[in-house]
């Protein structure tokens, strides 16, 4: 078992940035690739970023390429989203999800998940 823990989610103007955190404890979190998805309200959850297992390979979601940049500590078991250039549409609830090794960028594909933490974006 994986546990993740999401941090780091507020409101913010547009424009403005934040870094969300995902704190994971359990099993070793080196052999996991990361995923963040976002859900807003009324919407199916997306596909945002995600990072091989190793850090090596990362893949993002067209809406937030060049904004967002996933990244990963595996000596402090945490992954992290730093989203930059934030706008309305990136409101969301967002999630950060563990899977063996390789990246998918279907929530599916994901065995892992934490709780949430809100990001609002005012215009």
């Known amino acids: 078992q994986v546990q993740l823990v999401e941090s780091g989610g507020g409101l913010v103007q547009a424009g403005g940035s934040l870094r969300l955190s995902c704190a994971a404890s359990?099993?070793?979190?080196?052999?996991?690739?990361m995923g963040w998805f976002r859900q807003a309200p009324g919407k199916e959850r997306e596909f945002v970023a995600a990072m091989a297992w190793r850090g090596g390979s990362t893949v993002y979601a067209d809406s937030v390429k060049g904004r967002f940049t996933i990244s990963r500590d595996n000596a402090k078991n945490t992954a992290y989203l730093q989203m930059n250039s934030l706008t309305p549409e990136d409101t969301a609830v967002y999630y950060c999800?563990?899977?063996?090794?390789?990246?998918?960028?279907?929530?599916?594909?994901?065995?892992?998940w934490g709780q949430g933490t809100q990001v609002t974006v005012s215009s």
């Open positions: 359990g099993r070793t979190f080196s052999n996991y690739a």
């Open positions: 999800a563990a899977r063996s090794y390789y990246i998918q960028k279907t929530a599916n594909a994901y065995d892992y």
